[in-house]
C-alpha cells in the first residue's frame, strides 16, 4: 500500500485529511481510537478544519466501543476478586484459605481468565490440557503423587469450573471484566451491526490487537462502510523482521480480504531526523537534573514537547527538576496516591490499630504516627513532641494502649482500643477522621483530591462487606487498601494541546511531537522485564496463540519507534548505574538506533554526570567572638572534666559543639542496650552493690555475700533506662546475663586480693573539684571529676577507673608530659593523672592509678606506669609538670587567636 501524505504532517492529520476526501458530513461516523488522549487530540484537529458547526462524529476509545458492543458496566479489580474467592470458597468448602492468602495469587488467575476471554479461547480444552500436562509430568507408576503435585491437579482440574461460575456471576449482574466485555462483544457484534446500518466506523491508529478485537474489526470491514488505518513508517514496512512491524504484518494478513479497507498512513519519515541525542546519565537523580537543563534550552511555547516516563515514579523527581519559567504543564500520568501526606496518616494509624499486642504498642509504630504533619489536627504538637522525648529518653521499646490512650484522649480515636475491630468500624472511624481533616482551611487541593478517592474507596469497600461478610477481617481490609494506595494516581489538570506534555508510554499511541525526550530507557524498563505473572506454560500459549514475552516486547517495540518516527529532535536518557531491580543496563533500543547506519548522521551519544565543585573542603573552625569567650570562661569557672578536656585534645571542634553549643548525638530509642548505657549500667551498679561493704579491712566473706545481690542491683539500673519487658528479650537478654558475668568477675577479682593483702575500700563513684590556677583576666581554672574507686592495698592508695571499653596498654606507660597533651592513645593516661591531680588538690596524695577492664575478668588491673628513665607517673615531680600544662591548656581554650578547629579525629 503506497504513502499517502507529505513528510512530517501528524498522524491524525492524514488520517482525517483522507477521511474528509469521502465524507463531507462526519455526522454518522464512529471514530475508533487507542486512548482518551488521542480522542481529544482528533477533535482539536477537526475543529481546525472546520469554520462552521457541523454534527460531531462518535469518538470512542477502544476500550469504550468494546464496552458499548457488549453491553455490560466494567467491574473494577477488586470487585473481580471479590466475586472470584466468593466462587472459589463455594467450590473449595474445604480449603481454609483466607482472602489475604487467595489475594496473592488471584491477579495471576484473573489475569489469566482476562486473556482466555481476549483471545477466545475455549477455557474447557486449555485447562483440560493443562490437567493433561500435569499429570504426565508427574506420573511415576512407583511413587505416591505428593501433596503439593496433588493440590495443582486439583487446582487445574478445578479452574475451567471457576472460570464458567465467575464469568456467569459478572454477566449476570450486567458487568465484565476487560476480557469478558471483549469476548462477550465478539458475540453481539453482528446484533451492534444490525442496529447501526447507517454508520461507518473508523479504527485509528491501533496495532496489537487480540483474537476478539481482530474478529469485532473483520466483521466491522465485511459488513460496514468502514476503514482501518495503521500507522507505520516505511523503514520498519519494508524490514520483515523489525519487532516495530510485528503486529501490522500480522494484521495485514488477517484483513487480506479486505485489503482495500487498510490504509497505511507510511512514509520514511523516520529516515529524515535532525537530531537524536542519547544520554547516560548515573541514577534518577542525574536523569532528572539533566532534563531540567534540556528544558531551559527548549521551546516549549510554538509545540507541544512530549517528556515520556518509561520508568513512572521518577515523576516526582522530574517535576521538582522542570524550570519555573515552564508554565504550560500538563501531566496526564498521574501523581502517586502513595506519595499523599493524608494517605500516610492513615496508613500509619492502620500500622498503629494493628501493631498493639499483650505489651502495648510498639514505639516505632508510635514514633511514626506522632511525626505525621496530620497528627497535630488532633493532637497538639507540643504534646507530641513530649510524648516523643520520654520515649526516646527512657527507650520505651512498648507504649502501653492506657497511657497511650490518655494521651490521645480525643474520642475519635477510640477504635484504636477496641479489642476485635471490625473493618466496617475502623472504615467509619476513619472516615470521621476524614471529615475532620477535610475541614482544614490550609488544605492543598493535591490532599482534598487525596481525601475524596480514598473517601470513595472505603465507601466501596464498606457496602462491599454486606455482599462479601469476608471482607469484614481487619487483614483483608489492609490487604485491599494497599493494593488501591499502591495503584492509585491523583490527576492533574493541564492543556493537552501545548507546552510541556509529561505522559506514559501508552498515552503517546496515534500522537505525534517535534521534539521527544524520553527517560530511564534501561533494559527491563523499557522494554519490561522477561517475568510473566501467568499459570499457563509458554509452550502452551504458543500452542493456543496467547501471547507470550515475544508479544509484550514487540508492543514496546512499537510504540517506541512509533513514537519517534515523525519527531525532528529526540533525547534519550538511562541510567549508567546497574541496578538489578530497576533495569541494568542500557535498552537494547539504545543500541539499536547506534548500530543503524541510516541513523549515523543524526546520532550522539555522550556521558553526563552532576557537577561538583571540587575545592579542597575547608576544615570548620569556630573563632573566639566577645560572647564565645564569656561563655568559656562561665564554662571554665564551673570546670570541666578530663573526659572533655579529652575531647578538646582531639578535636577542639567536637569540644565546642559538644559542650559548648551542647549538640550531642540525635536522640534515638535503643531497642538492644547501648554501649554507652552499659557503661552507667555498670558503674551504678558496682557503686550501689560496694556501697554494702563495711567500712573496715576487707576479709573474703564480704565479697562472698555481695554476690547474692548482683542481679538485683543490675536489674534496678537496667530499668532507669529500659522498660522491663525489654531486658528479658534477645540481644538484652543476653547483655543483661552478660553484665552479670562481668560484675561478678570484679567481686570475684576483689576477693582474691582481700585473701592476702590488707584491703580497703575507701570511696566509690567520689565528686571532685579543684581550681588549677587563674588566667591572666583572673578566670579560674578550675577542674572536676568523678572518681569510679579509691581504695588501698597494704597502705599503698590508689585510683581505680572502670572501663567497659577497650583498654589501650600502650598508652599507660609515660615516659613524657607533652604527649598527653597531643596524642589521643594517651588520653585514658591523661585522665588517670587529672584524677590523681584532682585528689591531691583535695588533701590526698595517691601512690597509684589504673584501670580494670570489666570485660576481661582475667586481666589484672592496668597500672599507669613509667617507660625509660621517666619519674613515677604519681610522684610529686610529674603531677607537678603535668599540672603547669594543664594550665596551658586552659590558656589555649581561653586564647582569643586560637579557633576551635575541627581536626577530623
Not at 6 to 31: A, G, P, W
Not at 112 to 134: Q, S, T, V
Not at 472 to 497: A, T, Y
Not at 744 to 769: P, Y
Request: hydrophobic share 40%.
Amino acid at each position: 500500500m503506497p504513502g499517502l501524505f507529505c513528510f512530517m504532517q501528524s498522524f491524525l492529520n492524514r488520517v482525517i485529511d483522507d477521511i474528509l476526501l469521502e465524507y463531507k458530513t462526519l455526522e454518522h461516523t464512529v471514530f475508533i481510537l487507542p486512548s482518551n488522549r488521542s480522542i481529544r487530540a482528533l477533535k482539536k484537529l477537526l475543529a481546525n478544519k472546520y469554520q462552521t458547526p457541523i454534527f460531531s462524529p462518535a469518538m470512542l476509545s477502544v476500550e469504550q466501543f468494546i464496552k458499548e458492543v457488549s453491553g455490560l458496566e466494567t467491574a473494577d479489580e477488586l470487585e473481580q476478586q471479590f466475586v472470584l474467592f466468593d466462587l472459589y470458597k463455594s467450590l473449595n468448602p474445604e480449603e481454609n484459605d483466607t482472602f489475604s492468602v487467595f489475594s496473592g495469587w488471584s491477579n495471576t488467575i484473573l489475569g489469566d481468565f482476562n486473556e482466555i476471554d481476549r483471545y477466545l479461547i475455549a477455557h474447557e480444552k486449555l485447562y483440560g490440557y493443562l490437567e493433561a500436562i500435569e499429570r504426565i509430568k508427574n506420573w511415576n507408576p512407583n511413587n505416591v503423587p505428593t501433596k503439593l503435585i496433588k493440590e495443582y491437579a486439583k487446582f487445574s482440574a478445578k479452574a475451567s469450573q471457576l472460570y464458567e461460575k465467575y464469568r456467569k456471576e459478572l454477566i449476570d449482574q450486567k458487568k465484565g471484566s476487560q476480557g469478558i466485555q471483549y469476548c462477550v462483544a465478539s458475540e453481539k457484534i453482528s446484533e451492534f451491526v444490525s442496529s447501526n446500518t447507517e454508520k461507518s466506523f473508523f479504527i485509528i491508529g491501533l496495532n496489537a490487537l487480540n483474537e476478539a478485537e481482530k474478529y469485532i474489526f473483520n466483521f466491522l470491514l465485511e459488513h460496514t462502510n468502514s476503514k482501518i488505518y495503521w500507522d507505520l513508517d516505511d523503514h520498519f514496512r519494508s524490514d520483515s523482521i523489525h519487532e516495530a512491524g510485528y503486529f501490522y504484518r500480522k494484521n495485514r494478513n488477517y484483513f487480506i480480504k479486505n485489503a482495500a479497507k487498510q490504509l497505511l498512513c507510511s512514509t520514511n519519515d523516520y529516515l529524515k531526523k535532525q537530531h537524536i541525542s542519547i544520554i547516560g546519565a548515573p541514577k534518577n537523580t542525574a536523569q532528572a537534573q539533566y532534563v531540567g537543563k534540556l528544558l531551559e534550552e527548549i521551546d516549549i511555547n510554538t509545540k507541544p514537547v512530549a517528556l515520556v516516563l518509561a520508568d513512572e515514579t521518577l515523576l516526582p523527581l522530574l517535576l521538582n527538576s522542570i524550570p519555573p519559567h515552564i508554565k504550560n504543564l500538563n501531566v496526564s500520568m498521574g501523581y502517586p496516591l502513595q506519595l499523599s501526606i493524608i494517605i500516610k496518616f492513615v496508613e500509619s494509624i492502620l500500622k498503629l490499630k494493628k501493631s498493639l499486642n499483650e505489651k502495648g504498642y510498639p514505639y516505632q509504630e508510635v514514633l511514626n504516627f506522632l511525626s505525621m504533619p496530620t497528627t497535630g489536627v488532633f493532637v497538639s504538637d507540643g504534646k507530641c513532641s513530649a510524648l516523643s522525648k520520654n520515649i526516646k529518653k527512657h527507650n520505651l521499646i512498648y507504649i502501653d494502649a492506657p497511657s497511650f490512650k490518655d494521651f490521645l484522649s480525643d474520642p475519635t480515636f477510640e477504635f484504636l482500643f477496641v479489642d476485635n475491630l471490625k473493618a466496617s468500624e475502623f472504615i467509619q472511624s476513619i472516615r470521621e477522621i476524614l471529615k475532620i481533616v477535610s475541614n482544614k482551611k490550609d488544605l492543598s487541593s493535591i490532599e482534598k483530591e487525596a481525601i475524596s478517592q480514598l473517601e470513595n474507596f472505603l465507601i466501596g469497600y464498606y457496602d462491599s462487606i454486606t455482599a462479601y461478610p469476608f471482607l469484614e477481617d481487619i487483614n483483608s481490609f489492609e490487604l485491599v487498601l494497599n493494593s488501591f494506595i499502591s495503584k492509585g494516581k491523583l490527576n492533574f489538570r493541564g492543556n493537552p494541546d501545548k507546552g510541556l506534555q509529561v505522559m506514559g508510554v501508552l498515552e503517546t499511541r496515534a500522537l505525534d511531537f517535534e521534539t521527544v525526550i524520553v527517560t530511564s530507557l534501561n533494559e527491563g524498563i523499557l522494554p519490561a522485564g522477561k517475568a510473566v505473572n501467568s499459570f499457563i506454560p509458554y509452550d502452551v500459549k504458543k500452542e493456543f496463540g496467547l501471547p507470550t514475552v515475544k508479544e509484550k516486547d514487540a508492543i514496546y517495540t512499537y510504540h517506541f519507534y512509533r513514537l519517534l518516527q515523525r519527531a525532528k529532535n529526540v533525547y534519550l536518557t538511562y541510567n549508567t548505574e546497574p541496578d538489578v531491580l530497576n533495569g541494568g543496563q542500557p535498552s537494547r533500543f539504545i543500541h539499536q538506533l547506534l548500530a543503524d547506519p541510516n541513523l549515523e548522521p543524526f546520532i550522539t551519544h555522550k556521558l553526563v554526570s552532576p557537577k561538583f565543585n571540587y575545592k579542597k573542603k575547608q576544615a570548620n573552625q569556630i573563632s573566639k567572638t566577645p560572647l564565645l569567650l564569656s561563655e568559656l570562661a562561665k564554662k571554665l569557672e564551673n570546670g570541666l572534666s578530663p573526659s572533655s578536656l579529652s575531647v578538646y585534645i582531639k578535636n577542639p571542634y567536637q569540644f565546642y559543639k559538644r559542650h559548648i553549643l551542647k549538640i550531642g548525638e540525635s536522640e534515638n530509642v535503643d531497642e538492644n542496650v547501648a554501649y554507652n548505657i552499659l557503661g552507667t549500667i555498670v558503674h551504678d551498679s558496682l557503686e550501689s552493690i560496694y556501697k554494702l561493704l563495711p567500712k573496715k579491712s576487707l576479709q573474703e566473706e564480704d565479697f562472698t555475700n555481695l554476690l547474692p545481690f548482683v542481679e538485683s542491683h543490675i536489674l534496678s539500673h537496667f530499668q532507669k533506662h529500659y522498660d522491663k519487658s525489654a531486658i528479658y528479650q534477645g540481644k538484652n537478654l543476653i547483655l543483661y546475663n552478660v553484665l552479670i558475668k562481668y560484675i561478678q568477675s570484679v567481686i570475684k577479682r576483689d576477693k582474691v586480693i582481700a585473701l592476702s593483702h590488707d584491703f580497703k575500700i575507701l570511696s566509690l563513684e567520689e565528686s571532685l573539684i579543684a581550681t588549677i590556677s587563674e588566667s591572666n583576666a583572673n578566670t579560674p581554672f578550675v577542674l572536676k571529676g568523678k572518681l569510679d574507686r579509691i581504695d588501698e592495698i597494704d597502705g599503698t592508695l590508689r585510683i581505680i577507673d572502670y572501663k567497659t571499653g577497650t583498654v589501650n596498654t600502650s598508652g599507660l606507660k609515660i615516659d613524657a608530659i607533652e604527649p598527653l597533651f597531643s596524642e589521643p592513645k594517651y588520653s585514658q593516661a591523661f585522665q588517670l593523672l587529672c584524677y590523681v591531680l584532682l585528689k591531691r588538690k583535695n588533701g590526698t596524695v595517691l601512690n597509684e592509678a589504673g584501670i580494670l577492664a570489666v570485660k576481661k575478668p582475667n586481666e589484672k588491673i592496668h597500672l599507669l606506669t613509667r617507660a625509660k628513665e621517666f619519674e613515677h607517673p604519681c610522684s610529686d615531680i610529674v603531677i607537678d609538670q603535668f599540672e603547669e600544662r594543664l594550665n596551658l591548656l586552659y590558656e589555649e581554650i581561653l586564647n582569643p587567636e586560637i579557633p576551635f578547629i575541627d581536626t577530623g579525629e
